[in-house]
């Protein structure tokens, strides 16, 4: 007899975890159906994302060629001028794509000026390199700044749409009324606020990455101005 009962019971715990199974398959939520929930708040947030990624990858790859140096051009470029070979000088910097080269090769063209006017061509220069470099950077940090802006608009105006769902309902308030305003106001804090991080991240990489690249400029702006000091001592 006890053993029929436990059977029993048995049976009955399998069947209710079958119905609780069933009941927890009804309730997933699928992703993109949650996304939707957002309202048309999600469009602009999608938008900058999009922005946001394709600032990155772009500047990513500009920094990256900017950043490549062939070890041995500035031993080159002081054999040349040793020599007098400024034509040979100028042929190898134009052959070296990057800023480094260009401030150099500016420099070079303005041998035999006062170092003053040389400093000040090759600082030049080198301010459109930086500028160059720093192309798009203020939109990233717009973005990250902009998006959790974006995405609390759509908090508030999730919060709006309950409160209105209430006040129409007057005294038969059901929690379908409000379940669209609140996914409205979570949905879209939540990726403005995953867009913004995002972004934010990917902004201060790049900028650290702008720098190291400037940190070399100067340090072969000053290698070609010891080279171009160095008759007269």
């Known amino acids: 007899m006890n053993i029929f009962m436990m059977m029993q019971a048995a049976g009955q715990a399998v ?37 946001a990624i394709y600032i990155f990858i772009e500047r990513y790859l500009a920094i990256k060629r ?25 042929a190898l910097c ?24 040389v400093n000040t061509a090759i600082e030049n220069v080198g301010n459109l ?20 802006m974006i995405g609390f608009t759509g908090t508030v105006i999730g919060m709006i749409k309950s409160f209105w769902e209430m006040s129409n309902a007057g005294s038969n308030i059901e929690v379908d009324m409000l379940a669209g305003g609140i996914y409205t106001a979570l949905v879209t804090t ?12 990917a902004y201060n990489w790049l900028v650290a990455r702008v720098e190291k690249v400037v940190f070399k400029m100067e340090a072969r702006t000053m290698e070609f101005m010891d080279l171009l000091n160095e008759p007269v001592r």
């Open 94 to 117: 134009e052959s070296n794509d990057n800023p480094v080269s260009r401030m150099i090769a500016k420099g070079i063209t303005r041998i035999g000026r006062p170092l003053n006017d």
């Open 66 to 90: 900017a950043s490549r140096e062939d070890k041995s051009f500035m031993n080159r470029i002081k054999d040349y001028i040793h020599e007098g070979k400024i034509e040979s000088a100028l």
């Open 190 to 201: 939540v990726t403005g606020l995953i867009v913004g991080i995002i972004a934010y991240f």
């Open 129 to 148: 390199e930086v500028s160059r470099l720093e192309k798009g950077l203020p939109v990233l940090a717009t973005v990250a700044g902009g998006a959790p």
């Open 15 to 51: 069947a209710e975890g079958a119905e609780l199974a069933e009941g927890e398959e009804k309730v997933t939520i699928d992703l993109i159906e949650l996304v939707m929930q957002g309202g048309w708040i999600m469009i602009p947030l999608f938008l900058l994302s999009f922005i």
